[in-house]
């Protein structure tokens, strides 16, 4: 069977700084196969990547509240330029930030603590998953600085616009975007076997899999959704490369090819993509409210059942995103029929968490107060929804900023509300201190509440007819009178105000982790295995002769025979 | 290299060992890949009847001399996972070396076969029935080539007696590689 | 909610503007009762000195009842949504009324080409009128677009048509509207094409039956030999 090299050294107690394994210094972290080390580097490539997907959002806002702007920090932005901007914020945002930090980072982090197990099943490739996004992440930056600059064809690439560069004016940029996009996939493939075998196999004894804490099961799902429906982009992907690199003509109507089978082969993979972000998001909303409302989840199995059923369900919508592409037209009502039935399993998850909180005993800490605002949020993003969903609607809001308010209600609570409510939620055990929950909590409001104007203008500017990656609304008599820019300038401001409030966190950040107040091994009382070692954990996460056995589910909260109102999984009956 | 093996691998709650699943969820994805290329092929070949005059100068007498010799090659990989199985390394790292023979042959004869077509003008842009016949056999070629690269890794290591239960997974890949050309081979040569 | 800010200037646009009210009411309701139900549960519930919460399985009949009422209330109004929005698709996109005339739009990088039929009333003859940037009809006329594209993907849309359909090169798309308000307003392109897609601004200029036919000689004259 499988040939086991024990570490002899395991036995013995090391800490944090562990030396008996492999290179020491800097060279311990690059080459490191520890998924704790592994989930900080997604963690901070993914937040490094935040910062400068939200400094482009910073430039283009600029430019559209105030036209010809020289922009602070940036200059003048030319038409081109725009497009490269918009286009690489949407790609970083869900290529570099959302999926590294969400699944990558926390899958990682929690996933072998959270099941009880000292690693992944295969570190190297876990090692190399890493190595290979981080190469991804920096042939992308690297395009910035081409020729002709970073690829201007929205995060969309539909061709013929995307596959001739002569037509999109950022050859270089289109092919290294391209490269970048098709590498991030290959990490993620690799990641997510690690994410699904370890959850299948390597369980503590005990640990049924009913007794697994949702968010694994979120992200392990988000991981088959995502490598059952890459396939296609990726041989969609090869074929762009092939039309822009070799002067085939996949895409090119002139030589028997079709621009619109780029559209289905991306959307397929497009649509479970937005639920392969918000099933950890989910999860992590999950285990948050969990804790801190000292309920046991209402309905752990239906929350399973309706995230598969979800799941499915997300392979058959896809063609909303091109209702007036030019599809046939019969087949737009087949897709308005899918897209409004999946509202109905979506519904029901959000009442089931809704309806944990029934009953509890809450406490608005920090990360409760992120995880309570993804709820109300999201619900804004998954009703407006529905306008998208029924053609009919759609004939009027396709390529509106309706739909770019929309998706922003979504995705905003599932990349950056979901991670500071993940990162302040596992912080104790990640750093070993506490942060400070007043700086928090001012981070959190001066966060939320700009958000939603910032994007509440843009529904209506939205509803107003205005259309999307247009540099410039002073060509368009109805979009350019004084109501339309005051809307516009709201919106910026806003942002601005956002990313000043930005830097509290990081103060915090850094404040708590050097001088913050030492986190015990379970700050927040509750019941999953993560909190059964020390903060932080060290490699190996147990001594080998620790390794925790499972008695009971993971949300045993509040039960009338204890006096504790918690029931942690690892405590013999 | 030494590497501390996680206790996390000697656990099997499903009781199928991790290796294993890990194999079969690779071959998943990379269903969905060939699955997408091969499905828009299809529609565009529908879509396109005048495509039966490019496709009638694929060779199908060399396709079916590749199909025979990797069905052959599959053939020794069952052999050595047989002879894995009876924990005889040194004999199941010869008959991966036979399978990686297989894919070598695999190999040469389809340099023929493109240099031969390449030289008569039918080249990946000449137009987009051979941009899809390059494109879909060029991205099995590749996971042949990678294919025979971890086999040799795995032979290596099974000669030394060393890591055997690989033996079987990279013929599972290999079976994969095999049912892929299975499906190539009508769609590109026979189908005309 | 649309009209406060454009108004309605084809027969469609108010069936359009019809299905976008009716998701309104019926997403509205659920978005209020959800929220309202939300926050009123955070604060009924908070944190109470010597409290403890509840152990509530999901298996409690009361508070399932809750769940899967809603639940199937979701789905009742999704279908009253499908069915209206299936209608109102049918209208714009699958059937086509009988033209009174025909119009062919070209886009392009970066900037739209109207060829008018011309005094004949009939496309693609040597009387018809080319126009860039400035559509020109007739109100309370029927008329079939056909969409094409020189290079990329374009998109013609007309927000007070409440009207949109990409632009596919090599292809040749139809449509229909008929206008009902005279007066002039903007057409945008919605699909990004490029560095000037932006600038891809157009008008669309609604005639009365006079105005129109002084347009059609004026430009005729200008054209003629």
């Keep these: 069977m499988a040939d086991t090299a024990v570490d002899v050294h395991r036995g013995e107690p090391h800490g944090h700084d562990d030396h008996h394994h492999g290179p020491q210094g800097l060279l311990k972290y690059l080459w490191s196969t520890d998924h704790k080390i592994i989930a900080m580097q997604y963690l901070f490539t993914g937040m490094a990547m935040a910062v400068i997907g939200g400094y482009m959002a910073y430039v283009f806002r600029m430019q559209l509240a105030f036209p010809g702007i020289s922009v602070p920090g940036f200059g003048q932005v030319s038409p081109g330029e725009y497009n490269s901007l918009v286009t690489n914020h949407g790609s970083i945002m869900i290529f570099w930030v959302a999926m590294p930090v969400l699944i990558a980072a926390f899958g990682n982090y929690l996933i072998p603590l959270m099941i009880g197990a000292d690693d992944m099943v295969f570190p190297r490739i876990n090692r190399l998953s890493y190595q290979i996004f981080l190469l991804s992440a920096l042939i992308l930056l690297a395009s910035f600085f081409v020729r002709g600059g970073g690829f201007g064809g929205a995060w969309t690439a539909y061709p013929p616009l995307s596959a001739v560069g002569s037509y999109n004016q950022t050859q270089i940029g289109a092919t290294m975007w391209l490269i970048a996009v098709a590498l991030e996939f290959v990490a993620f493939l690799l990641g997510g076997i690690n994410f699904i075998t370890t959850l299948m196999n390597s369980r503590a004894p005990g640990m049924k899999a009913y007794d697994i804490p949702l968010v694994c099961w979120m992200i392990v799902i988000a991981s088959i959704l995502f490598m059952l429906s890459v396939g296609p982009l990726i041989a969609g992907a090869v074929m762009l490369l092939f039309d822009q690199t070799l002067g085939t003509g996949f895409y090119d109507p002139a030589r028997g090819g079709d621009p619109v089978l780029w559209q289905h082969l991306f959307w397929f993979f497009g649509h479970p993509e937005v639920y392969v972000v918000l099933l950890p998001a989910i999860g992590i909303t999950i285990e948050v409210i969990a804790t801190f409302a000292r309920k046991k989840i209402f309905g752990y199995k239906l929350v399973l059942y309706t995230t598969v059923a979800t799941g499915v369900l997300s392979f058959f919508v896809w063609a909303h995103h091109q209702f007036v592409a030019g599809i046939d037209p019969r087949m737009a009502n087949v897709f308005t029929i899918t897209t409004l039935l999946i509202s109905v399993p979506i519904a029901e998850l959000l009442f089931v968490i809704i309806a944990t909180l029934y009953g509890g005993s809450i406490r608005l800490t920090t990360p409760m107060l992120w995880a309570l605002a993804f709820v109300a949020e999201f619900l804004i993003g998954g009703v407006t929804g529905i306008y998208l969903g029924a053609s009919g609607a759609d004939i009027y809001f396709h390529d509106t900023y309706f739909v770019l308010a929309h998706f922003h209600y979504t995705f905003f609570p599932i990349a950056i509300v979901g991670t500071f409510c993940a990162f302040t939620y596992w912080f104790p055990k990640m750093f070993g201190k506490m942060m400070n929950d007043t700086l928090g909590k001012i981070h959190f409001w001066g966060t939320i509440i700009p958000f939603n104007f910032i994007f509440i203008p843009l529904f209506v500017l939205g509803i107003g007819g205005q259309h999307r990656r247009i540099y410039n609304y002073q060509h368009f008599p109805e979009l350019a009178g004084p109501g339309m820019y005051r809307l516009r300038e709201v919106a910026t401001i806003s942002l601005l105000i956002m990313l000043a409030f930005q830097l509290v966190f990081f103060y915090n950040c850094i404040t708590s982790w050097m001088k913050g107040a030492r986190a015990g091994r379970n700050p927040w009382k509750a019941n999953t295995l993560e909190w059964t070692t020390e903060s932080p954990p060290p490699h190996g996460n147990w001594p080998p002769d620790q390794m925790p056995n499972v008695y009971r589910g993971p949300y045993e909260y509040g039960h009338p025979d204890r006096e504790e109102d918690y029931w942690p999984q690892h405590q013999p009956t | 290299m030494a590497h501390a093996k996680p206790l996390a691998t000697l656990r099997s709650a499903t009781g199928i060992p991790t290796g294993r699943l890990a194999v079969w969820w690779v071959l998943a994805s990379e269903v969905v890949i060939f699955g997408g290329l091969l499905g828009s092929y299809l529609m565009h070949r529908i879509g396109h009847p005048e495509w039966a005059e490019a496709a009638a100068h694929t060779q199908t007498w060399i396709g079916a001399l590749n199909t025979f010799v990797l069905l052959t090659s599959s053939f020794t990989a069952v052999l050595a996972h047989q002879a894995a199985e009876k924990g005889n390394g040194k004999e199941a790292a010869k008959l991966l070396g036979f399978t990686i023979l297989g894919a070598i042959t695999f190999l040469i004869v389809k340099s023929f076969e493109w240099a031969n077509e390449i030289s008569h003008g039918y080249t990946i842009t000449a137009n987009t029935f051979w941009s899809f016949y390059y494109t879909a056999a060029g991205l099995h070629a590749l996971h042949v080539i990678a294919g025979a690269i971890i086999m040799g890794v795995v032979a290596v290591d099974a000669y030394r007696g060393r890591e055997l239960h690989r033996v079987e997974l990279i013929g599972i890949y290999w079976h994969f590689v095999d049912v892929v050309w299975i499906f190539l081979f009508p769609l590109l040569y026979i189908a005309k | ?225």
């Design chain 3, 1 to 225: 909610m649309i009209e406060r800010y454009l108004i309605q200037a084809s027969t469609y646009a108010g069936s359009i503007d019809g299905i976008i009210l009716l998701v309104t009411v019926l997403v509205g309701f659920w978005f209020l009762a959800a929220e309202g139900v939300f926050f009123w549960l955070i604060w009924k519930f908070r944190e109470k000195p010597g409290l403890k919460s509840q152990y509530l399985t999901g298996k409690e009949k009361h508070i399932k009842r809750w769940i899967t009422f809603p639940h199937a209330l979701v789905l009742v109004c999704d279908v009253f949504i499908i069915i209206g929005s299936v209608r109102v698709w049918y209208d714009v996109k699958q059937q086509l009324p009988e033209a009174d005339s025909t119009i062919r739009v070209i886009g392009q990088q970066w900037a739209w080409t109207f060829q008018h039929p011309g005094p004949d009333n009939e496309l693609d003859t040597d009387d018809d009128i080319f126009t860039v940037d400035e559509l020109h009809v007739e109100v309370e006329k029927t008329y079939h677009f056909r969409l094409e594209s020189r290079d990329v993907l374009h998109s013609f849309s007309v927000p007070v048509f409440r009207l949109k359909q990409d632009a596919i090169p090599g292809r040749s798309i139809v449509g229909w509207f008929r206008a009902t308000v005279e007066g002039e307003y903007d057409v945008q392109c919605a699909e990004i094409c490029g560095i000037g897609h932006g600038v891809m601004a157009a008008r669309v200029s609604i005639e009365n039956p006079n105005q129109h036919a002084a347009w059609i000689s004026e430009s005729s004259a200008a054209i003629a030999p």
